[in-house]
């Protein structure tokens, strides 16, 4: 667990550990739910550029996905 503090406008930083590893920009979107014991931050994953879900964890990279499913209709149609 980590311990942040909020700054005098309500704001808080995330450690850069923290965006480096889920690949946090400045224009990510995070969606903050209430709890009846805290908060909850989540990534607002519908809002992720193809190139920052790919970084996320897909194996192929977005420039190649077209090629890929053409590969792979080629294999269904033998």
């Not at 931050?41 to 550029?49: E, F, M, S, T």
């Not at 194996?59 to 053409?70: E, G, M, Q, R, T």
């Amino acid at each position: 667990m980590m311990v942040i503090k909020v700054d005098k406008q309500g704001r808080v930083i995330l450690p850069k550990e923290v965006r480096d590893k889920y690949h946090f920009d400045q224009d990510t979107e995070l969606h903050v739910i209430e709890k009846e014991d805290g908060i909850e931050i989540k990534l607002a994953r519908n809002k992720l550029p193809l190139k920052q879900l790919c970084s996320n964890g897909l194996k192929y990279d977005p420039k190649n996905i077209l090629a890929l499913d053409i590969a792979n209709m080629d294999d269904d149609l033998q």
